[in-house]
């Protein structure tokens, strides 16, 4: 980066100038230290050498998430993510061969109280206790029987033990994924554990881990106005595709699903062409290639499953949601947009950049700084991605304001939008942004991985992480209105919105001190 | 194991996304070679040494006025990242004003230069694709940038002028206490931000100057001379830490940065305050909410400070604990008896206060009583039956070989040895800190454990909705119901 000379250059072009001198230099930086390999089994490896300090993070991108699942079975792309820390036919337990035959008789009686449960749910509308109670109870004693050869949270403790940190993973409409650091000396050993919790996954504990799962519905949306808020607003806006649906699973789907659905998912989506695993540190790609083949390669190749079918049929029709809540009020509105793979995705990226972005933000400066209606407000993309996608605004109303005093300004700066074109500063500056974002999103193993990860996965190459910037390059003032004035139109508009009630009960009643 | 909305920016922020597990310290202990044979397959792989790593210190400058700069190279990325922490923070402010760092460091940005408004200056450097941007903490307050390499001149200019000749204009004023304001309208809208407010409060008592939270009428008692005398009090030079980062030559940007920083008035740091903590008296306190079918609970005590000789060995009583996804309270009351997704606790450890005990969890509302009972079995066990010889090793194997990552950037080297000089710690506190675990035995977790856990004394934060528990509070224990109303108008006074 030694050819960024900017003192002798006017600023802005100096800016400009090094921003894609940098850029190119790194491109051709990142082909050196990349390696991607796909397996025979469909299966791809990404390998990046950074050598700053002895540790590497990895990164498992899972092409299926809750855009998977139908109805009966939502939340259940989630719910075999939780499944997936929970061991293999050799870590978690004491005597697999008993177990597997203990958890056979749970998944067997579980059908049949489930079958029960449901028969009479639909005859009577409430099941019969009586009734169901000795299914009930042969379902748990299974349980019972099938937990005395667990040794729980093992394939945690391994990792843990063994110096991995930021255990996690996460489900999302279009993918889930997985990630953790090591100790570089720990290559070998993780790649065995990764490979083998995809290669012989046991759903042991799986209707324990369900009560978890609800746990976590209650905490994020249950117990959360803004929880509620955001599964009725994409409830609304999407009426056949599955992006309507919450990753977290309709309350019914979550206390009816069994682990025989959870590995039918997993059989289905887990295939290896639907993988990429990415791997950033201190790792050298010609001596752990051979090795990484050798465990992930263990997984069995199937075909990759039939292409989603449903689309979101065109919104014809404006459509509102208004809570009533203990909560202040809360403003969004989205409107249906194309998904990453059209032309005009960088022209939502640069909307979204010029609406949201840092202290000079359209929003930020008219709702926040100059209206001083709202303490935050922004516009992006939402759910996902990789399917037809919303393009949402959301305000914050100050104190004393409604959700309603937000549609007006918000419209405002969205008829600017179609009817001015953005100055060349503007416009100029959201591109700048564009490229010091790149640049700073490449200074630590996780995020590379993660990014690198998932445009391998979204698009085939890495390498687009980086073309997203000349597509933003490209994105003109006429790009701007048109995708505006296409988009946001009132019959493709959904609006969702909290209003402040009372509590029910009363409050405080004693009042005594802290 | 988190799900992801993966909703951009800050609304993101807005749904709550809470991990399950508190990561800890971490390392890179001597490596014991594995033997084959009748062991586990995981536990044959291979594991060789680790490669040798020497994390690059930071370059240390002191001024001859007192300020102290941190200098860490890095040549990776075309990018320079600078923060000036100043001493005196919310614990400093009157308790009758409590809000005023909050305003003063958004006004301080947001208010501009004698020369350029808060709006120029957002103009200015967000063509750069610069940031400079102010903060505060309950000890300090900043003034961070972040630009590329080329516009560092620009961009520190900025900087400087907020340092030394910042205006503090009335609007922005008004903007920042208009923002605060409507921030305590929306404090009770969810469980965690009143758990998170009320529990430092029951762990420091209420008129701690850590725990106190701005209200209406505190907010509007601030002024903007406040905020000028504040400025004229911190930044002064002895006062201010300097960290930097970056694509620069070190002996290039000393030079700069002594020149530029040697016009600074002249200083002393900020003595710190004396402060009382008084917890609050054992019992259950209760917070309603009736929109809810989760309950919140805090076991909360008082916790202890870094420099206590015994954090070692509670460190790693807190991995074994609640440390991570195999620790006790997780295996026990999420994994064996599915009663939540969110559980943790810790005897937490602070640098220059005692950190917060904080032992919690999140439960369906049915079983508030029983994941209560739970959580009190756990810490009996914990105090009364100790570690066994293999969690103690396995809490040690976690926290040293996961050591490494505490030194795996120079950013993170960097901002260890400015924690470290702000509160006046050793600069090898890191390599202390390996050597202090390395030593912990079985006997120092028990010993510890019984020391610093007191079941008696907990005050109980339960945040829920009453009429779906399956025991009744009481039966815990005195219940004191919590009044978190908000009091007064934003507008106005009390």
């Given at each position: 980066m030694k050819i960024c000379r900017s003192r002798f250059l006017p600023a802005i072009l100096a800016v400009m100038l090094c921003a894609m001198a940098m850029r190119a230099q790194d491109v051709a930086s990142f082909e050196k230290r990349i390696t991607v390999k796909k397996l025979p089994n469909g299966l791809t490896l990404l390998i990046m050498e950074r050598p700053e300090a002895p540790v590497f993070s990895f990164y498992t991108y899972v092409s299926a998430g809750s855009a998977q699942e139908v109805s009966g079975i939502t939340g259940l792309a989630h719910m075999f993510e939780h499944m997936a820390f929970k061991g293999t036919d050799k870590i978690g337990t004491t005597n697999y061969l008993a177990e597997k035959a203990a958890l056979a008789k749970v998944e067997k009686t579980y059908a049949a109280y489930l079958a029960a449960r449901l028969q009479l749910s639909e005859k009577s509308g409430v099941p019969d206790e009586a009734e169901l109670a000795p299914l009930e109870k042969a379902w748990k004693d299974a349980i019972e029987e099938a937990d005395q050869f667990i040794v729980p949270e093992q394939y945690s403790e391994i990792i843990e033990s063994e110096g991995g940190v930021g255990l996690n993973a996460s489900t999302s409409w279009d993918n889930t994924d997985y990630f953790c650091s090591f100790p570089q000396n720990r290559l070998e050993l993780w790649a065995y554990l990764e490979s083998e919790r995809f290669l012989h996954p046991v759903m042991r504990e799986f209707y324990k881990e369900r009560d978890v799962v609800y746990e976590e519905r209650r905490m994020r949306t249950d117990s959360s106005a803004q929880g509620r808020l955001i599964e009725q607003f994409l409830g609304a806006a999407f009426i056949a595709h599955p992006y309507g649906h919450p990753v977290l699973g309709w309350p019914s789907d979550l206390r009816a699903f069994s682990a025989t659905d959870a590995i039918n998912f997993f059989h289905k989506y887990y295939v290896p062409a639907n993988m990429v695993v990415t791997i950033v540190g201190d790792v050298k790609a010609a001596t752990a290639l051979p090795m990484l083949e050798k465990y992930f390669g263990r997984l069995p190749a199937s075909p990759p499953p039939e292409p989603l079918r449903t689309r979101e049929p065109e919104q014809n029709a404006l459509r509102e949601v208004v809570l009533h809540e203990q909560s202040q009020p809360f403003y969004v509105e989205g409107y249906h947009r194309p998904d990453i793979y059209s032309p005009d995705d960088a022209v939502f990226d640069v909307l979204s950049d010029l609406l949201s972005?840092?202290?000079?933000?359209r929003l930020y400066r008219s709702l926040v700084r100059d209206k001083q209606i709202a303490i935050a407000a922004e516009g992006g993309s939402f759910p996902g991605g990789k399917y037809p996608n919303l393009f949402y605004f959301f305000a914050l109303p100050?104190?004393?304001?409604?959700?309603?005093?937000?549609a007006g300004p918000v419209h405002d700066e969205i008829e600017k939008l179609k009817t001015t074109d953005v100055s060349d500063e503007e416009l100029q500056s959201v591109k700048t942004r564009a490229k010091a974002d790149l640049i700073r999103g490449l200074a630590e193993n996780p995020g590379l991985a993660l990014q690198l990860g998932q445009y391998q996965a979204l698009y085939g190459d890495w390498r687009e992480l980086f073309r997203q910037i000349d597509h933003i390059d490209k994105v003109s003032k006429a790009d701007i209105r048109r995708v505006a004035k296409a988009t946001f139109s009132p019959e493709n508009r959904t609006v969702a919105t909290i209003e402040t009630r009372k509590s029910e009960t009363k409050k405080n009643e004693s009042g005594e001190g802290k | 194991m988190k799900f992801t909305g993966k909703i951009s920016i800050s609304l993101l922020a807005f749904m709550l996304s809470l991990s399950a597990t508190a990561q800890t310290k971490n390392d890179a202990a001597p490596q014991q070679p594995r033997t084959a044979g009748v062991a586990p397959f995981w536990q044959q792989v291979p594991v060789p040494p680790l490669h040798a790593f020497h994390p690059q210190e930071p370059r240390r400058v002191a001024l001859p006025n007192g300020m102290v700069i941190f200098l860490q190279e890095d040549h990776e990325l075309p990018l320079i990242d600078g923060t000036i922490r100043i001493r005196g923070g919310r614990r400093d402010e009157p308790a009758e004003k409590t809000g005023m760092t909050a305003i003063y460091s958004e006004a301080w940005r947001t208010g501009g230069t004698k020369s350029k408004s808060g709006d120029e200056l957002d103009d200015f450097l967000e063509t750069r694709a610069a940031l400079v941007e102010t903060g505060a903490n309950a000890d300090s307050t900043t003034l961070g940038w972040s630009s590329l390499k080329g516009d560092f001149d620009a961009t520190f200019a900025v900087v400087l002028d907020l340092l030394q000749h910042p205006e503090f204009r009335q609007d922005k004023i008004d903007l920042a206490r208009h923002q605060i304001s409507s921030a305590i309208a929306r404090r009770n809208d969810n469980v965690g931000s009143i758990v998170q407010r009320e529990a430092v409060k029951l762990a420091y008592g209420g008129n701690n100057p850590y725990a106190r939270t701005p209200e209406y009428s505190t907010v509007n008692a601030v002024t903007r001379d406040d905020l000028i005398a504040w400025h004229k009090r911190t930044v002064i030079s002895g006062n201010m830490i300097v960290g930097i980062a970056g694509d620069f030559d070190s002996a290039a940007m000393e030079s700069e940065l002594r020149e530029a920083f040697a016009a600074l008035p002249q200083g002393a740091p900020l003595p710190a305050p004396q402060v009382a903590f008084q917890p609050a008296a054992p019992g259950i306190y209760f917070v309603e909410k009736d929109d809810v079918n989760q309950s919140d609970i805090s076991l909360l005590d008082l916790g202890i400070e870094r420099r206590n000789p015994d954090y070692y060995a509670l460190e790693v009583m807190n991995e074994v604990f609640g440390g991570g996804f195999s620790s006790r309270l997780v295996l026990n009351l999420r994994t064996r008896m599915g009663l939540a997704y969110s559980v943790f606790g810790s005897v937490g450890a602070s640098y220059d206060h005692p950190g917060i005990v904080r032992i919690g969890i999140g439960t369906k509302s049915g079983s508030t009583g029983a994941a209560l009972e739970g959580l009190r079995k756990q810490v009996d066990d914990m105090k009364q039956r100790g570690v066994t010889a293999d969690e103690l090793k396995r809490a040690k194997d976690a926290i040293l070989n996961s050591f490494i990552f505490t030194v795996d950037s120079r950013g993170k080297v960097l901002a260890e040895r400015l924690s470290y000089e702000f509160y006046g710690y050793p600069p090898d506190f890191l390599e202390r800190y390996r050597a202090g675990i390395e030593k912990v035995t079985a006997a120092d977790v028990d010993r510890v454990a019984k020391k610093y856990l007191h079941p008696e004394q907990f005050a109980i934060l339960v945040v829920g909705n009453k009429k779906d528990f399956d025991r009744d509070l009481s039966t815990f224990g005195k219940v004191t119901t919590v009044d978190v109303s908000i009091k007064g108008n934003p507008g106005g006074a009390e």
């Amino acid at each position: 980066m030694k050819i960024c000379r900017s003192r002798f250059l006017p600023a802005i072009l100096a800016v400009m100038l090094c921003a894609m001198a940098m850029r190119a230099q790194d491109v051709a930086s990142f082909e050196k230290r990349i390696t991607v390999k796909k397996l025979p089994n469909g299966l791809t490896l990404l390998i990046m050498e950074r050598p700053e300090a002895p540790v590497f993070s990895f990164y498992t991108y899972v092409s299926a998430g809750s855009a998977q699942e139908v109805s009966g079975i939502t939340g259940l792309a989630h719910m075999f993510e939780h499944m997936a820390f929970k061991g293999t036919d050799k870590i978690g337990t004491t005597n697999y061969l008993a177990e597997k035959a203990a958890l056979a008789k749970v998944e067997k009686t579980y059908a049949a109280y489930l079958a029960a449960r449901l028969q009479l749910s639909e005859k009577s509308g409430v099941p019969d206790e009586a009734e169901l109670a000795p299914l009930e109870k042969a379902w748990k004693d299974a349980i019972e029987e099938a937990d005395q050869f667990i040794v729980p949270e093992q394939y945690s403790e391994i990792i843990e033990s063994e110096g991995g940190v930021g255990l996690n993973a996460s489900t999302s409409w279009d993918n889930t994924d997985y990630f953790c650091s090591f100790p570089q000396n720990r290559l070998e050993l993780w790649a065995y554990l990764e490979s083998e919790r995809f290669l012989h996954p046991v759903m042991r504990e799986f209707y324990k881990e369900r009560d978890v799962v609800y746990e976590e519905r209650r905490m994020r949306t249950d117990s959360s106005a803004q929880g509620r808020l955001i599964e009725q607003f994409l409830g609304a806006a999407f009426i056949a595709h599955p992006y309507g649906h919450p990753v977290l699973g309709w309350p019914s789907d979550l206390r009816a699903f069994s682990a025989t659905d959870a590995i039918n998912f997993f059989h289905k989506y887990y295939v290896p062409a639907n993988m990429v695993v990415t791997i950033v540190g201190d790792v050298k790609a010609a001596t752990a290639l051979p090795m990484l083949e050798k465990y992930f390669g263990r997984l069995p190749a199937s075909p990759p499953p039939e292409p989603l079918r449903t689309r979101e049929p065109e919104q014809n029709a404006l459509r509102e949601v208004v809570l009533h809540e203990q909560s202040q009020p809360f403003y969004v509105e989205g409107y249906h947009r194309p998904d990453i793979y059209s032309p005009d995705d960088a022209v939502f990226d640069v909307l979204s950049d010029l609406l949201s972005k840092g202290r000079t933000s359209r929003l930020y400066r008219s709702l926040v700084r100059d209206k001083q209606i709202a303490i935050a407000a922004e516009g992006g993309s939402f759910p996902g991605g990789k399917y037809p996608n919303l393009f949402y605004f959301f305000a914050l109303p100050a104190a004393g304001r409604s959700a309603t005093d937000m549609a007006g300004p918000v419209h405002d700066e969205i008829e600017k939008l179609k009817t001015t074109d953005v100055s060349d500063e503007e416009l100029q500056s959201v591109k700048t942004r564009a490229k010091a974002d790149l640049i700073r999103g490449l200074a630590e193993n996780p995020g590379l991985a993660l990014q690198l990860g998932q445009y391998q996965a979204l698009y085939g190459d890495w390498r687009e992480l980086f073309r997203q910037i000349d597509h933003i390059d490209k994105v003109s003032k006429a790009d701007i209105r048109r995708v505006a004035k296409a988009t946001f139109s009132p019959e493709n508009r959904t609006v969702a919105t909290i209003e402040t009630r009372k509590s029910e009960t009363k409050k405080n009643e004693s009042g005594e001190g802290k | 194991m988190k799900f992801t909305g993966k909703i951009s920016i800050s609304l993101l922020a807005f749904m709550l996304s809470l991990s399950a597990t508190a990561q800890t310290k971490n390392d890179a202990a001597p490596q014991q070679p594995r033997t084959a044979g009748v062991a586990p397959f995981w536990q044959q792989v291979p594991v060789p040494p680790l490669h040798a790593f020497h994390p690059q210190e930071p370059r240390r400058v002191a001024l001859p006025n007192g300020m102290v700069i941190f200098l860490q190279e890095d040549h990776e990325l075309p990018l320079i990242d600078g923060t000036i922490r100043i001493r005196g923070g919310r614990r400093d402010e009157p308790a009758e004003k409590t809000g005023m760092t909050a305003i003063y460091s958004e006004a301080w940005r947001t208010g501009g230069t004698k020369s350029k408004s808060g709006d120029e200056l957002d103009d200015f450097l967000e063509t750069r694709a610069a940031l400079v941007e102010t903060g505060a903490n309950a000890d300090s307050t900043t003034l961070g940038w972040s630009s590329l390499k080329g516009d560092f001149d620009a961009t520190f200019a900025v900087v400087l002028d907020l340092l030394q000749h910042p205006e503090f204009r009335q609007d922005k004023i008004d903007l920042a206490r208009h923002q605060i304001s409507s921030a305590i309208a929306r404090r009770n809208d969810n469980v965690g931000s009143i758990v998170q407010r009320e529990a430092v409060k029951l762990a420091y008592g209420g008129n701690n100057p850590y725990a106190r939270t701005p209200e209406y009428s505190t907010v509007n008692a601030v002024t903007r001379d406040d905020l000028i005398a504040w400025h004229k009090r911190t930044v002064i030079s002895g006062n201010m830490i300097v960290g930097i980062a970056g694509d620069f030559d070190s002996a290039a940007m000393e030079s700069e940065l002594r020149e530029a920083f040697a016009a600074l008035p002249q200083g002393a740091p900020l003595p710190a305050p004396q402060v009382a903590f008084q917890p609050a008296a054992p019992g259950i306190y209760f917070v309603e909410k009736d929109d809810v079918n989760q309950s919140d609970i805090s076991l909360l005590d008082l916790g202890i400070e870094r420099r206590n000789p015994d954090y070692y060995a509670l460190e790693v009583m807190n991995e074994v604990f609640g440390g991570g996804f195999s620790s006790r309270l997780v295996l026990n009351l999420r994994t064996r008896m599915g009663l939540a997704y969110s559980v943790f606790g810790s005897v937490g450890a602070s640098y220059d206060h005692p950190g917060i005990v904080r032992i919690g969890i999140g439960t369906k509302s049915g079983s508030t009583g029983a994941a209560l009972e739970g959580l009190r079995k756990q810490v009996d066990d914990m105090k009364q039956r100790g570690v066994t010889a293999d969690e103690l090793k396995r809490a040690k194997d976690a926290i040293l070989n996961s050591f490494i990552f505490t030194v795996d950037s120079r950013g993170k080297v960097l901002a260890e040895r400015l924690s470290y000089e702000f509160y006046g710690y050793p600069p090898d506190f890191l390599e202390r800190y390996r050597a202090g675990i390395e030593k912990v035995t079985a006997a120092d977790v028990d010993r510890v454990a019984k020391k610093y856990l007191h079941p008696e004394q907990f005050a109980i934060l339960v945040v829920g909705n009453k009429k779906d528990f399956d025991r009744d509070l009481s039966t815990f224990g005195k219940v004191t119901t919590v009044d978190v109303s908000i009091k007064g108008n934003p507008g106005g006074a009390e």
